[in-house]
């Protein structure tokens, strides 16, 4: 098992620190974006979506939900579908 290897429980450990660290930084700089609760979970589940992670998907599923957000937006991002309007295609006009 890897994680009895202690030089390489070491560098697991500081890989986790800063992804919680970066997620952190991610987490204050969307905090007072010029985007809507919308456009914030497109950026979000994006992200989410495109590294398949089987935690993130669900747990901003349920953030989303938690903001009002409809549930298909969601599904439609996961399911790397058209956006429904022109103003949610903005924060991934990158991918075009």
Known sequence: MITQRPELKFIINILRRNTFQAYQVLRRVFSKPSFNAEQLTVVWQTINAEYGCSYC???HTAI???MNIDA???ETLINREAMPTVKLKMP????D
Do not use: D, H, K, N
Not at 92 to 95: F, M, T
């Open 72 to 74: 298909a937006l969601s």
């Open 57 to 59: 998907v669900p747990a």
């Open 64 to 66: 989303a939900g938690l």
């Open 92 to 95: 991934l006009a990158w991918q």
